[in-house]
């Protein structure tokens, strides 16, 4: 087969964006494993993260964007997620789980930790690495419960970054996937080489930004000076359902806000995530009349009212994501690779 050099990417500048939502992050890792098959086709020895110049994930995707820039093959990715579903979201009787739900998150995030960190050490030489251990550039968006404020947590790839780079990566993935109601908001201290300190009350960069798309549009204009015409931006989705608030005569209260399942939260992520494709469509839509436009190729899957829930374990749910996954495959990764091998004039 004749190599194409399709990581010689000239003046282009890729964005790989993923999506926040729990276990659906199966979704967007199947469709990085197939794509990240195909391109070995062409270029055998290349890594994922070789194609892309800066990685965004919120939440699950946090989860995702820092295994990439590890260097951790997607298909392990997919893995990671099918067999510890059920030690991440164990399962517990309806009654318990609603009684434990009052006074404290449904899920301890130790579990969790615990195999962010192992992952990610295997990838790092047995080492937990830190954010300056990862092989491309890397924004991660975290709500800072303890400044009250927005946090985008970073690689060291601007001078004005002078602190994230010291942040162990698995404190980082876990910070940003700490869901209100589903897990406690994430404390830590980091002790290394760089420095010390403490991250107070980290919670779910998907309040803010669930879709990370627009950060990544951001720092790649605003921050590393690119021009939007020179950006190249793939945008992985989650899944998202249709959220339907069906007229009762009961009013709307605590229990059908939160428990079982917690609606509010699912609205706030999935409302976020599509005001952001909004967002991005209208920017380059505005672009395009300026002859400015970017390439944007957004890969989402539409559950209409049968959306499995983010804290999903059974079998065949995490079977039927994957599946989902591969069928976003099918349908979208000839074009991303036909985005990817554009050059610098947009021309195949």
Not at 253 to 269: A, H, M, S, V
Not at 296 to 316: C, H, P, T
Request: glycine fraction near 8%.
């Amino acid at each position: 087969m004749e190599v194409i050099n399709i990581t010689d990417k000239s003046k282009r500048f890729r964005i790989l964006s993923i999506d926040g939502g729990g276990i659906r992050g199966i979704i967007p890792a199947k469709v990085l494993a197939d794509l990240e098959q195909q391109l070995q086709q062409i270029e055998p020895d290349k890594k994922l993260h070789e194609y892309f110049d800066l990685v965004c994930g919120t939440s699950t995707g946090a989860i995702l964007a820092i295994g990439i820039a590890l260097g951790i093959p997607a298909k392990d990715l997919v893995k990671f997620y099918k067999e510890n579903a059920n030690a991440i979201f164990p399962k517990w009787y309806f009654l318990t789980r609603q009684a434990k739900a009052l006074i404290s998150p449904i899920y301890s995030n130790k579990q969790l930790r615990k195999l962010l960190k192992t992952i990610y050490s295997g990838a790092n030489n047995g080492i937990p690495p830190l954010l300056n251990d990862l092989k491309v550039k890397v924004c991660i968006p975290a709500f800072n419960g303890g400044t009250g404020e927005i946090n985008i947590l970073k690689t060291r790839h601007h001078p004005d970054y002078t602190r994230d780079y010291k942040l162990p990566a698995h404190e980082v993935a876990l910070s940003s996937a700490s869901a209100p109601v589903y897990f406690p908001p994430h404390s830590f201290e980091y002790d290394n080489e760089f420095g010390s300190g403490a991250n107070i009350n980290m919670i779910d960069g998907g309040i803010f930004a669930n879709n990370p798309t627009l950060v990544g549009v951001l720092e790649a204009t605003e921050k590393l000076g690119k021009d939007f015409k020179d950006l190249q931006i793939i945008s992985l989705g989650t899944g998202r359902g249709r959220q339907v608030i069906k007229k009762h005569w009961l009013p709307k209260n605590f229990w059908y806000w939160f428990l079982p399942k917690p609606r509010l939260l699912d609205i706030t992520l999935d409302s976020q995530a599509k005001i952001t494709e909004s967002y991005i469509n209208f920017i380059n839509s505005i672009l395009s009349k300026q002859e400015n436009s970017f390439d944007y190729q957004r890969v989402q899957y539409e559950f209409g009212n049968d959306l499995i829930a983010l804290n999903a374990s059974k079998k065949n749910d995490l079977d039927k994501l994957e599946a989902i996954g591969g069928e976003l495959s099918k349908k979208h990764i000839h074009n991303i690779i036909k985005l990817i091998k554009k050059d610098s004039h947009g021309e195949l």
